[in-house]
């Protein structure tokens, strides 16, 4: 026999609505109904779909972006190739637009900019390295919590910060140890250090930490020291991770701008002997964005600045390419390393 309650409710059960147990106790009816009528069925369908279109238009307009930013810049540097060629742009020191006989040389330009960034990949990635062994393994938990932040917090410190500090504190301590000039290669290539490392910091140390548990103490098992199972077994676990890291720092050193316009000393040379880094340089990043605003328009100086352009775009599109291999590579053995 069906209770007085159950009788209650069966009308509403069969009406269409769910039921649910309040906290109180017995049943009341619940306002979602089981069946959906044609038009709330159609309304539904709608909404699901213009949801669905305005994130794939989100998503999209970032890629139309790039895209844009390609053919535009691609386009305004075609017209110097035309009528230059690549063989003089490529093969030239000599940088001289504005002569009358002007020179489109970027040899110095592209060597320049490979100068600071490989000097900074050297001070960056074995403190970053270090610094991120030390988060992931070494340091306590509140340690490494109270660390990371104020590392990262370097990368919010805006890069014309960085040149002034470059000018006014480094350059001056950089001539007090004998070197002729302080706006030099080194001075940029500091200031270009301390700028990648958060990246190194924060990539490295992610890879490392994404290993897990399982793979050091199985090391720690078979008798290793802290330092073995450091280097012999989480380091080349996370080798993908790290590279990604050390690439994506080396981008953010070659596309940096106001540091190296404002320590490098901008003289477009090749340091002679190459190993002098006391030299001022001139790197792409400082020259197109020191002539582009007096430059006229249309002119073959104006086109030589956004084939400098050209060439900085397809390196680092070519580096972003490599990371997100070596990124994909770390996701998928901390995936598997997870199972």
Known sequence: MPTDLQSQQAPEATAG?????????GWEPCDRPLLLSARQDLAGYVLRHLGKALLLAITGSSVLAVLLIFVFILREAVPFFARHGVIEFFTSTRWYPESEQPEFGALALIIGSAYVTIGALLLAVP????????????APFGVRQALKPVIELLAAIPSVAYGFFAVLVVAPW???????????????????AIMAMPT????????????GRELREGSYALGSTRAETIVKVVLPAAHSGIVAAIIIGMMRAVGETMVVWMASGNTSRIPQPWYDLSQSIRTMTATVASDMAETPQ????YYALF??????????????????????????AATGAKK
């Open 298 to 301: 249309g002119s073959d100086h």
């Open 17 to 25: 609505f769910e039921v649910s147990p309040p906290a109180t106790g």
């Open 174 to 192: 950089l001539q007090k140890l004998g070197l002729s000039t302080g706006v030099n290669t080194l001075n940029a290539s500091l200031m270009l």
């Open 127 to 138: 403190t970053g390295l270090l610094a991120a062994v030390l988060l992931s393994d070494i």
């Open 200 to 211: 190194i910091v924060s990539i490295s140390e992610d890879a490392l930490s994404s290993i």
């Open 307 to 332: 084939a400098v352009a050209a060439v900085l775009l397809v390196f680092t599109f070519g580096l972003n390419l490599v990371s997100e291999h070596f990124l994909a590579q770390a996701r998928k």
